[in-house]
């Protein structure tokens, strides 16, 4: 499966960006998709993720009611909206996906397929 995200870019604090995800090469539809990100001098981190069906999702507490991940499986794409956004969350933003049961604890080591990242900058 090979992943490439887009959608990033400069935003001022409150603004709003919509990352998208494309997945090409498997079954798109049998696996959960996440979204980490690093920041510079940081180690990744879970952002959000989504179930198969698109029935179940989590969020990191840092980004809970701001942030919205969805799924297409028709267009094996998947995304994420990102509103009321703040400095802090300047980070490389990279999709993931993981297929099995359902968790909502997604760490590093649990994800089968990695795509690139795209940039985020939020200015103050």
């Known amino acids: 499966v090979q992943l490439q995200a887009s959608g990033g870019g400069l935003v001022q604090a409150g603004g709003s960006l919509r990352l998208s995800c494309i997945a090409s090469?498997?079954?798109?539809?049998?696996?959960?998709m996440g979204w980490f990100r690093q920041a510079p001098g940081k180690e990744r981190e879970f952002v959000a993720a989504?179930?198969?069906?698109?029935?179940?999702?989590f969020y990191a507490d840092s980004v809970k009611g701001r942030f919205t991940i969805s799924k297409q499986n028709a267009k094996n794409m998947v995304y994420l909206q990102m509103n009321s956004l703040k400095p802090e969350d300047t980070a490389v933003y990279c999709c993931?996906?993981?297929?099995?049961?359902?968790?909502?604890?997604?760490?590093?080591?649990?994800?089968?397929?990695w795509g690139k990242g795209t940039q985020v900058t939020v200015s103050s």
């Open positions: 993931a996906a993981r297929y099995g049961l359902w968790n909502v604890a997604w760490e590093i080591q649990d994800v089968n397929y």
């Open positions: 090469g498997g079954t798109f539809r049998t696996y959960h």
């Open positions: 989504i179930s198969w069906s698109g029935d179940s999702t």
